[in-house]
C-alpha cells in the first residue's frame, strides 16, 4: 500500500484532473443505471470503457490515493470509498468541521442509491453514517476504528434532493469513544439516526493525529 | 417512478448488455481510483467519459430498474444500488437461497472500497450487511423495511480476496422481525457481524411476497 502524507505541489494539477474525471464517473453510473438505449449502443459503450481502462491501467498504483496532507496544510483523503474526490465510488462526502468540533455535510444521493423505489438504499445511507461518525469523533480528538455502529431508519430517504447529515462526539470512557449523528431534511426533519463507538488504536497516546489518522478513513 | 412487476423475454438481450456494460464501469471505477497517468491523459478521458454519458442519456429512465420477475419466473432488482447487475455502484451482492431458508453470498470487494489503508470501508461492509440482513428476513416470509441495523465490527475486512457473506432470520413480533448475519473469511473467521430489526408494511398480511418485496430492495 501507498501512503504519503505529504503531497507535494507538483502532483496537484493531476489530482484535479483525476477528481474531475471522478465526478465524470459518477454522472456516468447513473446515466448506465438510468439508460434505455438499444443493445449495439451499449455493447459499443462497453467497448468503449473497457479501452479507457486499459489506457488508465497503464500507470497503476498498488493502492488508491490515502490520508495525506494536502499542499495547504488540510488532510484529505482522495482516494476514500466515502469522501474521496478521486474515487468515483465515492459520494463524496464532504464534511465542514463547526466551531463547536461537530461535522456537518451537506449532500445529495443520485439514482444509483436507489433500493426500494424511489428511495435510497438504507445500506448506503448507513455508509454515509459510518464514515461522519467516525470523523465526528476523529475532529473531536480521537481517531479510531469503528466497533459498534447503530443505525435508526425514522423516513425514507430521497434521492436528488438536498439533505443535511451532522454528527457529534458525545462520551468517552478509556479508550472508547461515543458520537451520534443523523441525516436529515433542510428542515431539519430526522430520516436516519446513528449512534457509534469508535475505538483508539493502542499506539494513540491522545496527543495529536496518528499516522494513518484511522477514524476518518473509515 | 417505474415499477414492472414482469419483464418481457425482448428486453433480456439489452439487459445482458446492460450488465456487461456496468460490470466494465466497475472496472473503470477501480482503474480511476488507483491510475497514475498524467494529468493529459486523464483530460482526455474525461471528455471520453461525457461523449459516453451523453450517449447513454439519449434514452433516460425516470428510476433505475427496480424489483420484477425475471422470464425464468425469478425475483431480481437489476438496478439496486447493492444487488443490481445492471448498476455500476453495486458490489453487485449475489445472495443464494440455502435448503434453510438462509441466504449466502460469496463476494469480493475491489480497491475502490478502501477506507483505511488496504481495508475495507466500514460503511460498505455496512451497506452489504444491511441488504443481505433484509433479504433473509424477506426469504424467511417476511418483506420489510429496516428499522434498526446493529453492526460490530471484529476484524479488519481486506479486499481482493474471496469473503462470505451469509444471515438468517431469527424471531418475530407481531409486525418485527429480526435476522442476524456477518461477513467472514472462507475459514469461518467472522469480520463484521450485525443484527437487525426488519418492519413489515402495513398492507402485508404474511400470505405471499408483495408487490415490492422491499426487505430484498434495500
Redesign the interface.
Known sequence: ?T?DLASTEDAE??L???T???R??R???D?????????G???A??A???A??E?????????????EIGPDGAPRNL????T?S????ALPLVAEVTPERTVRAELSFR????????T?????S??????LL?HATAVAGFPG?????????RRRVPYGEPLVATAEYVRSEGRKHWSEGRIALPDGTVLVEASGLFIAPSWWSGQGPGP?S?GE??
Chains 1, 2 share one sequence.
Do not use: C
Open positions: 500500500m501512503l494539477p493531476q484535479a484532473a483525476l474531475d474525471l471522478s465524470r464517473v454522472d456516468l453510473i446515466a448506465v443505471a438510468l439508460t434505455d438505449v438499444p443493445e449502443e451499449l455493447a459503450a462497453a468503449e470503457v473497457a479507457l481502462t489506457r488508465l491501467n497503464a500507470v497503476r498504483r498498488d493502492s488508491p490515493r490515502s490520508f482516494g476514500n470509498a466515502v474521496g478521486a474515487n468515483p465510488h439514482p444509483a442509491h436507489e433500493g426500494p423505489p424511489g435510497v438504499h438504507g445500506g448506503v448507513a455508509m454515509i453514517l459510518d464514515h467516525g476504528m469503528t466497533g459498534t455502529l447503530t443505525l435508526r431508519y494513518e484511522a478513513a473509515g
